[in-house]
């Protein structure tokens, strides 16, 4: 009777997971693909797709299947697949139920029609004109805060959209804590840079070699995966066996190599879901924050260390004639050079969680009205001088620069900056229980290193919450700043001399 | 009141609609861009969609509207949008609402399923192994068949599935006509045929971009349109804008470019039927017949005609060393040279027909039982040694070659043929309306074929019956094989110098 129960609930999240799946090809396609003429027949269809995936998933016998299976679930191990299944299936669908279709379908069309206006308030530097929709959609998005029952703060529920369970208080408190001891890096490091690297050439076509070279010793294989250009790069899919990752290419440096071995490692994780959780909700990364330390690991864990470049440098030299007077050591510095800089997307290691929290700050105090938002230009500024200690020139490259708001979309920043601290959380205990982990690197030994993730974290996928995922990985639910801190830190006193002692 | 009726089945329709072309763009990714380890799952995500898409359009709601709209349509003219969607989707909803989901279902499982035996089957040259799918599939299709009143012949009803309202008997009587007139040219040009061109060299590279060159000549713009490889191309795309035609390329021939350009023909239908149609049932061809006379037109009439070669064989012996020792008068008898062959897809203009007409005959006589189906590969060979003067030397070659009967289609063949024959019939109304159009192919003036096909028979899309459409192009809404075997004799009497009269 249960078992029967079941079976018609996984039938029904399956239709519901081949929706969503079939909604990510329609963007991926949409930003890959489609000819630009489409755009509005695109909006169309994916609109209808999306409205029948909620309409199917929030359906109240969805509901009632879920309230008669609870028992049942419970008698399960907590970790198999029905009493997951059950569990996570039922969060999911209360938070999607308190969220009234109407709502739902404003704030896709507010973010719809805000985008264009924000593309063009960027590109002609005028805050004030992107004023009127970033008000529409923040003030649609305490209509959807209004939904939900705020135990703490408005702002835990825009957060557990994309951290679940997360709460406002514990990333304030980590960001503090970011603030104390990663700020002060930076200005130390600031003051003993190197002069700027000489202007370089990179042949596109040779980049695509290079990186195409790499990711396929990272476990990149044409039977599952795809690498394709795009302008704002991205990792999709249709399923655990189809991975797309996308990239850009500039001549002068190789921000698109980096960016590729970012997208890579978004992929990674979800290559490796257990592919018995395929067609469920529980078949991908369990969080933005997680999802984040797994493309972060690849491209700067990995992509940014010396045994790396040890073994690729000299293939990249030899494609690049630009690199003649370089050796790996140089090269080595040159990719890890510190130097914060205005625009959120190109910072470097030592800085990316500054910009981040001045956006966790502001978000809140938007959501709070703590200023008239015709203001927030100068709050923007400000915290830029007090985090980096640079001017803001233009409103184009300070708080017009990111799409996130234009989309309506408060609360997902934060997840950058964890990604990087769980993404050093994790490789202290990868590298303990690897040894020899990073020496490998320089041989192209990659496979222990995505064994680790598998079986540790990768394929159980969406089964536990993010903090017991994280738990299950590392002994520990909380995110932690100081091993990020204490990387960051040993990685600089090496190549500039600053103390490697956390404490400043 | 009936406005407002008009309006929620307008709004339904497009919902379906969205769909369709959603699973439009599933396939088309499916052949061209999927990594083939996600087949198993695209599969899921396609059988997904179209069950939705199927219930909502069969939903009885549906139907009330239609019979509540019929009376109310009735009272707009025959052509506005609101008489033509009530009238062409009620006959729609009908057919769709007669077959049973458990009939449709099983229908798809056993296609998907009989597909990959028919690979196996064809490559090992063993029609004993495809028996028992093809016995299956033949089945299913008879219980289709058992779904509607047979008014007069059981194969109206799958005839009518690709060409509405066609009739056997009327098709029957065309390929009867075909039969003694078309027959008889082959047999006359192969007694005179030249020898064996020589094998030639076509640089991949340079085909790309020499089809490019010409297609963007006839109206390809990368705003509307793409083109891709693939194994077995065709054409599709997601709406108005979205035009996707796919090729492939072969290193000693140019049999892809020809194949371009018939894929343009039926992109080119699609793109301009009228905007105002989109996300309705109307926004398509009429039917696969006139969708195919566009091909065969861009392909034949365009492709292979002096003047087109006349601009751009220049071109094409620039690109290609191989093509030294011609001219575009030798190019031009190369492009136009009549050989029986086995193999349908490879089948010139003169003997294409001839493959058409015998499995029109074959699918009636398996329908009707008249011969156990172990006995199908006599019954193939034997009509190709008829028709066509040649010894079929293996199954492979023979009766496994087309994927057809493997995805249980039957009716469908008969629409290539009749496709031929009015994209002849147009041409002699076209260049009547339009004096002077083929002297304009060798400048590069398509514009007037465009532009009169639009406006004669694209931008109506799917409004009228296929007859009606026929009619309000030419005058006439019958299918008349005399145009397609005057052009083929006349042609040939040019090049071969048999006789340009038509009666044999």
């Not at 004030?128 to 209004?146: E, G, H, Q, W």
């Not at 959780?277 to 969080?287: E, I, K, N, T, Y």
């Amino acid at each position: 009777m249960s078992e029967a129960k079941f079976e018609e609930l996984r039938t029904r999240l399956a239709e519901v997971n081949d929706l969503g799946r079939t909604m990510a090809l329609l963007a991926w396609d949409q930003q890959v693909m489609m000819p630009r003429g489409a755009a509005a027949s695109r909006a169309e269809m994916m609109a209808t797709v999306g409205r029948i995936a909620h309409v199917k998933f929030t359906d109240p016998a969805v509901g009632r299947l879920l309230d008669e299976l609870t028992e049942w679930a419970g008698r399960h191990d907590y970790d198999s697949f029905e009493a997951s299944l059950v569990r996570v299936a039922t969060t999911d669908w209360r938070k999607a139920s308190r969220v009234p279709a109407d709502l739902r379908a404003e704030m896709a069309r507010s973010a719809a029609l805000a985008n264009p206006v924000w593309v063009e308030a960027r590109r002609t530097n005028d805050f004030a004109s992107f004023l009127p929709v970033l008000t529409k959609n923040l003030d649609l998005r305490k209509r959807y805060i209004d939904c939900f029952d705020v135990d703490d703060e408005p702002y835990d529920i825009v957060l557990d959209d994309y951290e679940r369970g997360l709460r406002t208080k514990e990333v304030r408190r980590i960001f503090d804590y970011l603030k104390t001891y990663q700020a002060p890096i930076v200005r130390e490091v600031v003051a003993l840079a190197e002069e700027a690297p000489p202007a370089h050439e990179f042949d596109i076509a040779k980049q695509k070699v290079f990186e195409l070279e790499v990711v396929r010793e990272f476990g990149f294989d044409e039977s599952s995966w795809r690498l394709d250009p795009t302008v704002h790069p991205f990792a999709s899919g249709t399923a655990i066996e189809d991975i797309r990752i996308t990239t850009r290419y500039f001549p002068d440096r190789l921000e698109g190599f980096f960016g590729t071995m970012h997208e890579f490692g978004h992929g990674l994780y979800e290559r490796q879901v257990d592919p018995a959780l395929a067609r469920s909700p529980l078949a991908r990364g369990v969080s933005l924050g997680m999802h984040e330390s797994q493309s972060r690991m690849w491209e700067n864990l990995v992509g940014r260390s010396r045994p790396f470049w040890r073994r690729y440098f000299p293939r990249l030299q030899e494609l690049h004639p630009t690199l003649a007077g370089y050796d790996a050591e140089r090269w080595y510095r040159e990719v890890n050079r510190v130097k914060p800089s205005l625009i959120r997307v190109e910072a470097d290691e030592s800085t990316y969680n500054l910009h981040i929290i001045l956006r966790f700050e502001l978000e809140q105090a938007m959501l709070a009205g703590e200023f008239p938002l015709e203001q927030l230009p100068e709050e923007w500024n400000r915290r830029i001088w007090d985090y980096l200690g640079i001017e803001v020139p233009s409103d184009t490259e300070g708080v017009l620069q990111d799409v996130h708001w234009s989309g309506g979309s408060i609360g997902y920043f934060p997840t950058y900056a964890l990604g990087n601290l769980i993404s050093a959380q994790l490789w202290e205990k990868i590298t303990a229980d690897l040894p020899g982990l990073e020496e490998g690197f320089e041989h192209g030994e990659y496979a222990p290193l995505r064994d680790w993730l598998r079986e540790h974290l990768h394929a159980e996928g969406r089964k536990f919450t993010p903090g017991e995922t994280l738990e299950r990985a590392i002994g520990t639910s909380q995110i932690d700043p100081e091993p990020y801190v204490r990387y960051l830190r040993e990685k600089l006193a090496d190549i500039y001399g600053i103390s490697a002692n956390v404490e400043s």
